[in-house]
């Protein structure tokens, strides 16, 4: 089972992308889902987490743009990005976790976010 990311795409400086991520077939309760981000020559960075709870963290760098959100009967998870910038320019993957004890990891595919001046 993979997550499969979508939503991801070109836009200029201060426009809006929402990206969406689900899982291609039954997976185990999740616990934290997150988004990561990676961009050229860089390693992948944490962009923001959401518990089942819907408690949230995000990166410094994406505070106040950016919105993390999930649906967990679709097991589903989204980033709302606001007044993107250039340096949001990076590929987005989606990340899931279950519960202890199982503590599988799931990973997307990712998608490409691309953000000009």
């Known amino acids: 089972v993979q997550l499969q990311a979508s939503g991801g795409g070109s836009v200029e400086v201060g426009g809006s992308l929402r990206l969406s991520c689900a899982p291609s077939?039954?997976?185990?309760?999740?616990?934290?889902m997150a988004w990561y981000r990676q961009a050229p020559g860089k390693q992948r960075e944490l962009v923001a987490t959401?518990?089942?709870?819907?408690?949230?963290t995000y990166a410094d760098s994406v505070k106040g743009r950016f919105t993390i959100s999930r649906d967990n009967a679709k097991d589903r998870v989204y980033l709302q990005m606001n007044s993107l910038k250039p340096e949001d320019t990076a590929v987005y993957y989606c990340?899931?976790?279950?519960?202890?004890?199982?503590?599988?990891?799931?990973w997307g595919k990712g998608t490409q976010v691309t953000v000009s001046s």
């Open positions: 990340n899931a976790n279950t519960y202890p004890p199982r503590d599988m990891t799931y």
């Open positions: 959401i518990t089942r709870a819907a408690i949230t």
């Open positions: 077939g039954s997976v185990f309760p999740l616990n934290v």
